[in-house]
């Protein structure tokens, strides 16, 4: 489906958000909709092209339909990791299996299972459960209003970590290549200076950062 041609080419074309239905009679208000109330990276991908900015949920397969004489960047993010399907009207056909990982972890600090939402979400959870210096961790159990596109949104972080030490963590867990998202960076920013003002350290944890905590928990074992 070629979701960027021209609009002056379809008069009568409407444009569907592919992640919430709603429909739009200009492209333009169809894209800012889209980038102003949607995640990028687990909802769209921002075409990295000069010129382009088009929110879609194939970076490949737009490239090649709108970029195709360009050489497409490396180490971007390719797909949305929610991908939904919309049929005329609005109402939902299917989704698709998120290209992430998810599911269940059972954890025994917390004596529950907790969702998560990758697999760079579950290894975390593994190594808080080995790691002697934590005492339990919460899931998407705080919320912080940010600032974004002129309105007011909820961010919902990751974790909340508490330590042996009685000292507690806000944590975030993303991949290396969304940190650099204008709409993260205001996520972010909002949440440090939220988290600092009462005490609390805000943290953004990557796989970088996985594969050094996976050398601490050795250590302890």
């Not at 074309?13 to 109330?37: A, M, S």
């Not at 989704?95 to 975390?124: Q, V, W």
């Amino acid at each position: 489906m070629k979701l960027f041609e021209d609009a002056g080419k379809h008069k009568n074309r409407v444009w569907q958000c592919f992640v919430c239905g709603k429909q739009y009679p200009e492209y333009e208000n169809y894209k800012d909709h889209i980038l102003t109330e949607h995640d990028e990276g687990r909802e769209y991908v921002k075409c990295p092209a000069e010129g382009c900015g088009a929110p879609v949920r194939d970076l490949r397969a737009h490239w090649k339909v709108k970029h195709p004489k360009r050489v497409m960047p490396k180490n971007c993010q390719l797909k949305v990791t929610i991908w939904n399907d919309f049929a005329p009207g609005g109402k939902k056909k299917k989704t698709r299996k998120p290209t992430m990982r998810t599911g269940y972890f059972p954890s025994k600090k917390n004596n529950k299972d907790i969702y998560y939402r990758s697999g760079l979400e579950a290894d975390f959870y593994d190594c808080l459960e080995r790691d002697s210096d934590v005492v339990a961790y919460q899931a998407e159990s705080l919320k912080v209003p940010y600032y974004w596109q002129g309105k007011w949104h909820d961010y919902i972080p990751d974790l909340l970590v508490e330590f042996t030490d009685e000292s507690k963590e806000v944590w975030e867990v993303k991949p290396s290549q969304q940190t650099d998202y204008d709409q993260n960076k205001a996520k972010w920013t909002c949440a440090n200076n939220y988290f600092e003002n009462v005490g609390m350290k805000f943290v953004v944890q990557t796989e970088i950062v996985l594969d050094k905590y996976k050398v601490k928990i050795k250590r302890q074992d």
